[in-house]
């Protein structure tokens, strides 16, 4: 099987890339493989989703690319930034100016209102919030009239919305959404999936999103599919139904093999 | 269960290690304390025991003597032992030997003119030699007994320690002049006294009496019974010819030693129960940190509880693994504890050595029974007691607990019931206290049963009083540490009853501590006041001791060039107004210049005409005013009136009844000098001050002292007493210490998920750590504020209670010591965060995104 570089179906420059991206964790017997050699772009103002199988190394791939995780060969680049070799105190500084980041688990400080969530990386570099960006964002995300609640006030659904919210209001280079509708019921789910294409379509966000949901992965403009560490495969314009289609083609493939 | 209990043990070694430490440090503390004691007391017996060995019978006079202050004088009327005494009891059938005792403070002096031995242990005493010239108490080892004025002998160690032979001149004294003395003999002795190193100096019989005593008179006659006499019998015979009545006292040999073991037992249970007290202290501060502990690794187990309860473990097997849990930490930690305390004993009592010189008896390190079950016991009934109740809290988990996936919600079981109990404790303490500190002396006992109650009210409102006084330092925090310091605001108030118990182990040492620090700074400024309003004298001259300074050395004082005014200040002690009360002497001349006396009515010229000078508090309680006259009894048993010359208000200085000297004389009193004051021409001068030491007569005991060094020495008697408590209270706030970082521990680790993605979304390490810093620093500011105020608040109304027995008291706020200990207190927090913040920084970020 040949790497497969994924490359982009939109326009734009580059805002993240990985290049010949490689991931292993133990050695001997124990080494196991969780990214083989992954090349791939995602495109400023594009919404990204990458799917694959549990194990198939989708979360590795965004923990690399997001400066959460280092790698042990190969490149990650954020806008021209390249995050190998980078300290940790210039990698907390890049992923708190220009990355957001969207948790499967909600993760938000239960002791700060939904407002101060929203403001925390601002908070935390110290930086003005501006207020009229402030205020469509949480416009877009429906949560003029919760603002002062705390997260345990919040339902599932609003408390991610409350993430998606912290997420876009730094104006990140790149939002990383991570299973972002893992813990949520299918309304809510599709309300966030929603937000992050609006904020895509509408902001000019750039979003990644890691999933294995078909539906979640109908929302984005393009589908990366990984298995076993690699990139094996690509779809633009993504329906739930073609993505079905491909991921049933990858397990059939995966048994014959 | 026992092994689940085991297994937990072994799995969460290192959250139970704080635990373990605050309950070794209890018990080390406890152990330490009887270990030490135990030691100390019988190394004190061995020392100060008397040699009850050389005689059968001991006839004791204790109206002799100028050696006590306040020595009974009314005495003088009844009889005293005399040669003739001596005689007699020699004479009794059964007697094989009388011989009178004369025993005193003496001082030797070294060649430079330095005191050998230390404290009131140098004594005198005198060289009894029997038919054949010897005295069988004291063997010579070089020399031969004094048998005249100016001869002494010495002890051994004491010649050795002064480089002293026989025919060597030695310079002793007593409380005038140095006398010297040619030494004629150097003697051993087995007395313990001797052994352990203090001096001994022997005169012959007269110069002793006369040194020491009064001419003719004996301390006691020590009687050696014939063989075949009991010391029963000969106590009868004695008693026949002497009876045990007044001031003389007639026991055998075994009733002395018996005494003697009875009050050394009483003074060492005394020092016990103090120190003990203390390790109580700490081993209460201990319970907060166990039951905290306990309670917060039941919070993260809940799953795993509710797990044993769903495969069917019943409440109390719950309830027992952890109880379990806790009996093996309490063991394991109450030997160590114990092995640690017998080193704090062993430690405890070199330390007691190299502060007090070779004076301190020492002995073999004593670890007794009693020592280990006390230990081993107090430190598993604290820490099996402290989890109780977490323990029957872990019982109620529902068994469906362990189903519910993600977070399980905080229980916020309203603190209501708590508050209210607390809020009414509290308040019912207050108002004790309140009511106690009005009612003067009486209410003594109503402050400390309303201290007790509002410090545990306190205790109770912890929870409630967090929020509001951390939301105070809340905007300066976030102004100064920016999003660090918000976060750890919020943080600290997130789960009250934790940062409760966590601050309240601090609050506990500091208010003791805050109160003694008030309550001293109180007493200081009082006695401070005391002598610079009371004393017009520039120096003052005593005999280090208490020792009365002799009319030798007031002469000469009086002599000394560049002295304008001079006068003894006596005591003496008889019966004014039906009642034995200690009375004042000043010269009636010198007065006016070396005191200073307010006068409420009259003056101070009445003094010299012989009359009496009361205090406010005497007039008011006998109702007298210039002109009554009351009834007295005189030291020489003849019986008056005086006449009240005046009314003077509370002065420390002096006793509540003043009179002149010469009044004192003339009414036989032989008034022993306390303190001979002296104003200079020139006032304070350092020529005054050595022509005043060289008053002294080269004896080494002078002490010659300015208002300045006088208030100097109370103030460093308090800072001694103060300092000691401090040392004390220290190891509860170490005790504190360790809760601290175990809270922060704790916090940490259930905060990883939250700490794992504020360093996602770009807080640094150091951001992190500040965070976690911050928390504790600000718990431990909160429960030292706390502390402190209730500190002050109990010093307050302690003082409220002294007022009547020590006038002009008020509350002195020492600020900078109070901010002294705010600081250290922010420090503790400081200190204890160093672990857990490095932990909190160095937490890799997906593993603590991704902990359940």
Redesign the interface.
């Known amino acids: 099987m040949t790497t497969t570089t994924a490359t982009a179906v939109g326009t734009g420059r580059a805002a993240a890339r990985a290049t010949g991206l490689s991931k292993v964790y133990g050695a001997g017997e124990t080494r196991v493989v969780a990214l083989d050699d992954v090349s791939v772009e995602f495109h400023q103002g594009e919404f990204t989703a990458i799917m694959g199988p549990s194990g198939s190394g989708k979360s590795t791939l965004m923990h690399c690319m997001a400066g959460l995780d280092t790698v042990s060969a190969g490149s990650a680049t954020i806008g021209e930034v390249e995050l190998v070799g980078l300290r940790d105190k210039q990698l907390t500084q890049l992923r708190r100016d220009r990355i957001g980041f969207v948790f499967q688990a909600f993760n938000l400080l239960p002791t700060l209102t939904a407002l101060e969530n929203i403001t925390l990386p601002m908070d935390i570099a110290g930086r003005k919030v501006d207020k009229a960006w402030l205020d469509s964002v949480v416009d877009t995300v429906g949560l003029s009239g919760r603002l002062s609640h705390r997260p345990a006030q919040l339902s599932g659904g609003q408390q991610q919305r409350v993430a998606c919210a912290r997420a876009l209001a730094g104006r990140p280079e790149i939002i990383f959404a991570d299973e972002p509708t893992g813990n949520l019921d299918s309304r809510s789910g599709a309300e966030i999936l929603g937000f992050l294409r609006n904020s895509v379509r509408e902001l000019g966000q750039t979003v990644v999103m890691v999933t294995h949901d078909a539906v979640a992965a109908s929302y984005a403009d393009r589908v990366v599919f990984l298995a076993d560490g690699r990139i094996v495969d690509q779809l633009a314009a993504p329906t739930a139904d073609s993505v079905l289609d491909r991921m049933r083609r990858f397990d059939a493939k995966g048994r014959t093999n | 269960m026992f092994r689940t209990a085991l297994r937990n043990v072994l799995a969460h070694k290192g959250r139970l290690l704080m635990t373990a430490l605050a309950v070794m440090l209890g018990t080390a503390f406890v152990a330490g304390t009887m270990v030490f004691s135990d030691t100390f007391g019988s190394a004190l017996k061995n020392s100060y025991s008397k040699d009850f060995g050389n005689f059968s019978v001991q006839v004791a006079d204790s109206g002799a003597g100028n050696d006590t202050r306040t020595a009974d004088l009314t005495g003088s009327a009844a009889p005293h032992l005399s040669t003739g005494t001596v005689g007699q009891i020699a004479a009794l059938p059964g007697v094989a030997r009388a011989v009178g005792v004369v025993d005193g403070f003496t001082a030797v002096a070294d060649k430079s003119g330095k005191a050998l031995g230390q404290g009131r242990d140098s004594r005198g005493s005198n060289y009894a030699p029997a038919t054949n010239g010897q005295d069988p108490r004291y063997p010579m080892a070089a020399g031969r007994g004094p048998q005249h004025t100016g001869e002494i002998a010495l002890d051994r160690a004491t010649a050795d320690k002064g480089g002293y032979r026989v025919g060597d001149t030695v310079r002793v004294a007593i409380n005038g002049p140095a006398r010297s003395t040619t030494l004629t003999g150097i003697f051993t002795s087995d007395s313990p006294q001797v052994s352990s190193g203090n001096p001994l100096v022997l005169f012959d019989t007269a110069s002793a009496q006369q040194l020491l005593l009064t001419p003719g008179q004996f301390d006691r006659i020590e009687v050696t019974g014939a063989a075949g006499t009991s010391q029963q019998a000969l106590q009868d015979e004695v008693v026949k010819v002497l009876p045990d009545a007044g001031s003389i006292t007639v026991k055998t040999a075994q009733q002395l030693q018996d005494q003697e073991k009875a009050d050394l037992d009483g003074a060492l249970s005394g020092m016990r129960t103090m120190l003990l007290a203390f390790a109580g202290i700490s081993l209460f501060v201990g319970i907060f940190i166990i039951a905290n502990t306990f309670t917060m690794l039941i919070a993260q187990r809940t799953r795993e509880l509710a797990l044993l309860r769903a495969i069917g473990a019943s409440r109390r097997q719950v309830t027992g693994s952890v109880l379990v849990e806790a009996l093996l930490i309490g063991v394991l930690a109450s030997v160590a504890g114990l092995l640690a305390g017998v080193g704090i004993g062993a430690g405890l009592q070199s330390l007691m050595g190299s502060l007090a010189g070779a004076d301190t008896p020492s002995g073999p390190l004593i670890v007794g029974p009693a020592t280990v079950v006390a230990a081993l016991v107090t430190g598993v009934l604290v820490t099996v007691v402290s989890a109780v109740l977490p323990a029957l809290r872990a019982s109620r988990i529902p068994p469906v607990a362990a189903m519910s996936s993600?977070e399980l919600?905080s229980t916020q079981k309203g603190l209501l019931v708590r508050n209210s109990v607390g809020a009414m404790v509290a308040g019912g303490g207050l108002a004790l206290i309140l009511w106690g500190s009005s009612a003067g002396s009486n209410g003594k006992w109503l402050v400390a049963g309303g201290a007790v109650a509002a410090l545990i009210g306190t205790f109770v409102l912890i929870p409630l009083l967090s929020r509001p006084l951390i939301a105070l330092v809340g905007p300066l925090l976030g102004r100064l540490f920016?999003?660090s310091g918000?976060?750890a605001r919020?943080?600290a108030v997130?789960n009250p009853r934790r940062t409760a118990a966590t601050a309240a182990a601090l609050t506990i040492g500091l208010t003791l501590v805050s109160a003694l620090t008030v309550l001293g700074a109180s007493v200081n400024g009082v006695l401070d006041r005391a002598v610079t309003d009371t004393m017009k004298a520039d120096y003052a001259v005593e005999l280090s001791h208490g020792l009365s300074v002799s009319p030798e050395i007031t002469a000469q004082v009086a002599r000394t060039p560049g002295v304008t005014a001079s006068s003894a200040l006596t005591g003496s002690y008889f019966e004014v107004a039906g009642q034995k009360r200690a009375v004042s002497g000043i010269d009636a001349a010198a007065a006016d210049q070396v005191l200073h006396v307010k006068l409420t009515a009259g003056s101070t010229a009445a003094l010299g005409q012989g009359r009496l000078l009361v205090n406010d508090q005497v007039a008011k309680e006998k109702a007298l005013t210039v002109g009554s006259t009351v009834p007295a009894v005189f030291p020489d048993g003849s019986t008056g009136t005086l006449t009240v010359g005046g009314v003077f208000a509370e002065n420390h200085l002096v006793n509540p009844l003043l009179m002149s000297n010469e009044a004192l004389v003339r009414h036989g009193a032989a008034p022993s000098t306390d303190v001979v004051l002296v104003k200079g021409a020139g006032g304070e001068s350092s020529a005054l001050h050595q022509a005043l030491v060289d008053a002294g007569g080269d004896n080494p005991l002078i002490k010659v002292d300015s208002k300045q060094d006088l208030r100097d020495q109370f103030s460093s008697q308090i800072a001694f007493a103060l300092n000691m408590m401090y040392g004390l209270l220290a190891m509860s706030v170490l005790v504190a210490i360790l809760g601290v970082v175990n809270t922060m521990a704790m916090s940490v680790f259930e905060r990883k998920?939250?700490i794992?993605?504020?360093?996602?979304?770009?807080?640094?390490?150091s951001?992190v750590k500040r965070m976690v810093r911050l928390e504790s620093v600000v718990i431990s500011l909160f429960g030292a504020v706390l502390g402190l105020g209730l500190g002050c608040f109990l010093a307050w109304a302690v003082n409220g209670t002294l007022r009547n027995d020590l006038t002009g008291l008020t509350t002195v706020l020492p600020f900078g010591k109070l901010a002294l200990f705010l600081g250290l207190a922010g420090l503790v927090g400081l200190v204890a965060a160093i672990w857990p913040s490095r932990r909190a920084a160095k937490l890799d970020?997906?593993d603590s995104?991704k902990a359940a």
């Open positions: 993600g919600p920016g999003v918000k976060l919020q943080n997130r998920r939250e794992g993605m504020l360093r996602a979304i770009g807080l640094n390490r951001g970020i997906l995104i």
